[in-house]
Nanobody, 121 residues
Framework: QVQLVESGGGLVQAGGSLRLSCAASGSIFRIDAMGWYRQAPGKQRELVATITRGGRTDYADSVKGRFTISRDNAKNTVYLLMNSLKPEDTAVYYC???????????????WGQGTQVTVSS
């Protein structure tokens, strides 16, 4: 089993910054892709950013140029630096990780419990 624990959410004014962290722990063999999704009230969960084990990144158009995803493979941790935050960024942010067990060619998705980000206008 793999557990993901997020931290770094909170309340910030528009134009401000926050940095989210998500650390994976447990019986880890290898973690491939990691990333962040978010879900605002009354809306579907949407992809924010992803990063491969090799460092290739992808972003939602709405956050390009403002958010930066990074990871530390040695610590099994993914980060999301959010700059120039807007009220529409308000949501619960969830991290995820694709874990490949030892001896397996398949990966399994794990999710964090979510962290609230609120941007006031």
């Amino acid at each position: 089993q793999v557990q993901l624990v997020e931290s770094g959410g909170g309340l910030v004014q528009a134009g401000g910054s926050l940095r989210l962290s998500c650390a994976a722990s447990g019986s880890i063999f290898r973690i491939d892709a990691m990333g962040w999704y978010r879900q605002a009230p009354g809306k579907q969960r949407e992809l924010v950013a992803t990063i491969t084990r090799g460092g290739r990144t992808d972003y939602a158009d709405s956050v390009k140029g403002r958010f930066t995803i990074s990871r530390d493979n040695a610590k099994n941790t993914v980060y999301l630096l959010m700059n120039s935050l807007k009220p529409e960024d308000t949501a619960v942010y969830y991290c995820y990780a694709q874990h490949v067990p030892y001896g397996s060619n398949s990966f399994y998705d794990y999710w964090g419990q979510g962290t609230q980000v609120t941007v006031s206008s």
